[in-house]
């Protein structure tokens, strides 16, 4: 077996500019002559086959639920990264590329990472052309905000509903090609199989979920974009429906994985709180960025917070440990997730953690409104403000901010240390 990756020769950073500009190109007349399949209508397929379809290709595109719109793109929330530099805090392409393959822990196809970092400019645009509400500036300009695992603030976001907003978009431009009859949708369809034909991926079997009938579907080129296979793990933020059969019917056909240890985790999610639980419920990992991580410092502490005796607030300052900004000053609470959750578990296996289980750290806002309400103060020109206004100011922002989040937070069975409206 030979492993060939495809990607193109050259200098990193012109090496995709150059296969662009030396790719043979496929006439108009001729595209209307192909035909492709995609499986999938996420953020990826559906993005995939609107744009396949605006190309002119023949596209079919399949997926099990009743609308692409079920996709679990939309359970995303903290905001999609690009390097824009709205900001200018020294943000490029090269240091989204760095980001990710340090983020990545140095694992990823640098060719491969590069080219994301080219092209996320284009897919900010492309996105506000699609009418995705980016949260914006008091001047109109789109706004960001900091993420995991980075130094610069690159984020562009909806609130805390990213990912539905994202994968509206894609499905206004998905139904606007599919009414066009470029892009034919096939609804409750679940592919089983992949079909090769000398080698080379021809076509799908795929099952009517509505009548149970098996159908074969023929095309020139199959793209899957079936999402992730974290279900794998006993717990996930994963939906359960999140099968994986897709990309394990074509790893049998004989397609490698690459890194199977990309899976994505969420450190930021509501604390388990039983055994009896099948899956985690996501919070953004947005939250890192104005909220900070601690854990009692004193072990009684934590024994008397599991058992419902002693609440986070009560805790004083010099008995909290913010354990993410001691171990790393650099980043603070915005190191990159596996590393936040791998220093969130050694404290919970030290009997730091709180909630019954012992299996969770809180989020503490307390600073982050503070901070925004004294700024808040200031631009409403409110003298010497109370204690009470700072806060109600500050909580304002916040929840304008993450405020379907923090309501998130309030289901969780660990006290919070912070008012959340």
Avoid at 92 to 99: H, M
Avoid at 218 to 229: D, I, N, P, R
Avoid at 240 to 260: D, E, H, Q, R
Avoid at 302 to 325: C, M, S, T, W
Wanted: with cysteine; proline share 4%.
């Amino acid at each position: 077996m030979v492993l060939k990756s495809n990607i193109p020769d050259g200098p990193l950073a012109s090496k995709w500019t150059n296969y662009k500009a030396n790719i043979p190109l496929v006439a108009p007349n001729n595209k209307r002559k192909l035909e492709i399949i995609v499986v999938g209508t996420g953020l990826a397929g559906a993005s995939a086959a609107a744009s396949l379809g605006e190309l002119g290709y023949n596209v079919k595109v399949f997926t099990y639920h009743d609308s692409p719109r079920r996709a679990h793109s939309i359970a995303a929330q903290g905001g999609i990264n690009a390097a824009k530099n709205y900001q200018n805090d020294g943000d490029s392409v090269y240091r989204l590329f760095y980001d990710t393959i340090k983020g990545g822990d140095y694992r990823a196809r640098e060719a491969n990472v590069y080219r994301l970092a080219e092209v996320s400019v284009d897919i900010i645009d492309q996105c506000v052309a699609q009418g995705v509400p980016f949260a914006r500036e008091y001047g109109g300009l789109l706004e960001n905000r900091s993420f995991g695992g980075v130094q610069v603030s690159r984020t562009f976001y909806a609130r805390g509903q990213t990912g539905q907003q994202l994968l509206i978009g894609a499905y206004q431009a998905l139904s606007r090609q599919v009414s066009l009859g470029t892009v034919k949708l096939y609804n409750r369809h679940e592919m089983l199989d992949l079909v090769k034909i000398n080698g080379v991926a021809r076509g799908i079997i795929a099952r009517n979920l509505l009548t149970g009938e098996l159908e074969r579907h023929a095309a020139h080129c199959v793209v899957l974009a079936t999402g992730g296979y974290g279900n794998v793990f006993y717990l996930s933020t994963n939906a359960m429906m999140c099968n994986v059969t897709a990309a394990w019917k074509s790893v049998k056909k004989g397609a490698l994985m690459a890194n199977p240890c990309f899976t994505q985790i969420h450190p930021t999610c509501i604390p388990v709180s039983g055994e009896y639980q099948s899956k985690l419920t996501l919070m953004s990992e947005s939250l890192r960025n104005d909220g900070r991580v601690w854990v009692p410092r004193r072990k009684e502490d934590a024994e008397l917070v599991r058992q419902r005796k002693l609440n986070g607030k009560d805790i004083p300052e010099e008995h909290r440990d913010y354990f993410l900004e001691r171990r790393y000053p650099a980043f603070g609470n915005l190191v990159p997730r596996d590393v936040a959750s791998r220093a969130a578990k050694v404290e919970c296996d030290k009997g730091h953690g709180v909630s019954p289980t012992g299996l969770a750290v809180y989020l503490d806002f307390a600073d982050a409104i503070q901070r925004y309400g004294r700024s808040e103060a200031s631009k409403l020109g409110i003298q010497n403000p109370t204690a009470a206004q700072i806060t109600e100011l500050g909580e304002k922002v916040v929840s304008a901010k993450y405020g379907n989040l923090l309501r998130c937070m309030k289901k969780s069975p660990a006290k919070t240390p912070t008012r959340c409206r």
